[in-house]
């Protein structure tokens, strides 16, 4: 079964450095999404893309963060000059045309923030 | 904006049944899903109601009244798997972002 897939699993930063995650979304999927979770809270929005272009974005989502779709596999989030408050565990979803109830998430990758 | 209300925590023995109730306040609708989340892992989709009444997916059912902004999430035959978080969550009303509820962690024991 396709399944979103995520790299890396764990990401150690010093606060200040630049990281990009990396996510696979499912292959014949259209919307993607980031998403994360600071741990023992709930899963929040950050952004959401279809069509080569960002289609939404919550507060959490400001000029520190950026996404790409490099080529048409991969779906990066990059965020730069990382902060204390940036750890979590970050999900990457996606779902097909007309699906948005049901996304699929990837396996996270947690950012450790030092 | 979207605010979801949950109990926060749920207990349970095996083969019980128990129900998790979510509220909801939202400036557009557009149905109520239904995620599970065990430690550590990715959620999960479990169902999704756009309109009033029962939606079964085997040992899960989940049941929403538009009218009162409610729903629930009913587990039975509960097993000790089950233990895990269960999230609702709505469509942000401006696009297809979902908006996710605190959680309740539903403990299982045996």
């Known amino acids: 079964e396709p399944e979103v897939t995520q790299t890396p699993s764990h990401q150690v930063t010093q606060m200040g450095q630049e990281v990009i995650l990396r996510c696979v979304p499912i292959?014949?999927?259209?919307?993607f999404y980031w998403y994360r979770q600071i741990l023992g809270q709930k899963v929040e929005f950050l952004v959401s893309f279809y069509n080569n272009e960002i289609s939404e974005k919550s507060e959490i989502f400001d000029d520190q963060f950026s996404v790409e779709r490099p080529d048409g596999s991969n779906f990066t989030l990059k965020i730069r000059s990382t902060k204390l408050e940036d750890s979590a565990m970050y999900f990457c979803?996606?779902?097909?045309?007309?699906?948005?109830?049901?996304?699929?998430f990837g396996p996270g990758t947690r950012l450790t923030v030092l | 904006g979207q605010s979801l209300e949950q109990p926060s925590e749920v207990t349970a023995v095996e083969g019980a049944i128990v129900q998790i109730n979510c509220t909801y306040q939202t400036s557009g609708f557009y149905g109520l899903s239904w995620y599970q989340q065990h430690d550590g892992g990715a959620p999960t989709f479990l169902s999704y109601?756009?309109?009033?009444g029962l939606e079964e997916t085997g040992r899960f059912s989940s049941f929403l009244s538009r009218s009162d902004s409610y729903g629930y999430l009913l587990l039975q035959e509960l097993q000790m798997k089950d233990s895990a978080s269960y999230f609702c969550?709505?469509?942000?009303?401006?696009?297809?972002?979902?908006?996710f509820g605190k959680g309740t962690t539903l403990s299982v024991s045996s």
């Open positions: 109601n756009a309109l009033d």
């Open positions: 979803a996606s779902n097909p045309r007309d699906s948005y109830n049901e996304q699929f």
């Open positions: 969550a709505v469509r942000d009303q401006a696009g297809t972002a979902l908006i």
């Open positions: 292959s014949n999927h259209l919307y």
